[in-house]
């Protein structure tokens, strides 16, 4: 897992480059790894596009109270950044899809885990499925939005999220990446 962090974190474009170099550093700790890790560690989220770009689906996150994109920790059968994202996604919402093959953000942010820590959250896009989502043990509630009619509240970053990864599926749908390791 360490390594396919470390090699997609090099795939960040200027605007993380410097963010990623740094979490890097960080990865070098084993320990920032696993959810005990501390003061923080890594998470990965996947935000589901729709194939026409109009759509993304989010949850509403009890602990957080803020409508955000699904997403949790790496597990210990994880092998892959965008397979955690993947498994995270269809766990929260019922949608499977291939995350792509680079990160449309870096976040850093209070973990609601635990008090104190904090998660360094790898954000990858997934042209999702058409599916019908549902909702899970830590959402009360799962929807598709329309890119333009996005839900209040939205967790901290959420629109600029949300244009960068409709920016990228419209830009490139992928084309070439292959599908995550779950």
């Known amino acids: 897992m360490r390594q396919d962090l470390i090699r997609v974190l090099r795939k960040c474009d ?57 997403g949790g920790h790496f597990e210990p059968g994880d092998v892959t ?37 904090w998660h360094l959250d790898v954000l990858l896009v997934v042209i999702a499925d058409d599916s019908e989502p549902v909702t899970s043990a830590v959402s009360e509630a799962v929807a598709w939005f329309p890119v333009g009619r996005l839900p209040e509240p939205l967790a901290s970053g959420g ?11 419209s830009r490139t749908g992928f084309p070439g990446s292959a599908p995550p390791v779950v």
Do not use: N
């Open 14 to 70: 200027s605007v993380f480059g410097s963010v990623a170099a740094e979490w890097i550093e960080v990865a070098a700790d084993l320990q920032s790894l696993h959810r005990s890790g501390h003061p923080e560690h890594f998470t990965a989220s996947a935000l589901p596009v729709s194939a026409a770009g109009a759509e993304v689906c989010l949850v509403y996150h009890r602990k957080m109270g803020r409508w955000v994109q699904p």
């Open 159 to 169: 629109e600029a999220l949300v244009a960068r990864a409709v920016a990228r599926v």
């Open 81 to 117: 950044v965008a397979g955690a994202a993947a498994r995270e996604m269809e766990e929260e919402t019922g949608i499977s899809g291939t995350p792509g093959p680079a990160p449309v953000g870096l976040s850093r942010h209070p973990a609601p885990c635990r008090p104190g820590a």
